[in-house]
């Protein structure tokens, strides 16, 4: 069974700086995309920024030059560095992958999201 566990949310003023980590765990054969989106109260859920597994990324045009993904295929983990933080950011962010378990199909699979909030 494949499970994504995030962490390193929380509360940040303003200008600020954390780094969310993502973690797949279970029997998995290959992960294609990893990600990050984000959902704020009222709003439909959005992309931050995603990474192939090649190392190509893509970003929100409100988070380019602030925030930057990076993953390491070795431990199945992704992490986003988000810098310069603003009240905007504040949502919860959830991790995303495309993952092809042990004995099944590509899949997309969603963690159970971790709070950031911005305090200005």
């Known amino acids: 069974q494949v499970q994504l566990v995030e962490s390193g949310g929380g509360l940040v003023q303003a200008g600020g700086s954390l780094r969310l980590s993502c973690v797949a765990s279970g029997t998995i054969i290959s992960i294609h995309y990893m990600g990050w989106y984000r959902q704020a109260p009222g709003k439909t859920r959005e992309l931050v920024a995603r990474s192939t597994h090649a190392g190509d990324t893509n970003y929100a045009d409100s988070v380019k030059g602030r925030f930057t993904i990076t993953r390491d295929n070795t431990k199945n983990t992704v992490y986003l560095q988000m810098n310069s933080l603003k009240p905007e950011d504040t949502a919860v962010y959830y991790c995303?992958?495309?993952?092809?378990?042990?004995?099944?199909?590509?899949?997309?699979?969603w963690g159970q999201g971790t709070q950031v909030t911005v305090s200005s």
């Open positions: 995303a992958a495309n993952i092809r378990p042990v004995g099944g199909a590509w899949n997309n699979y």
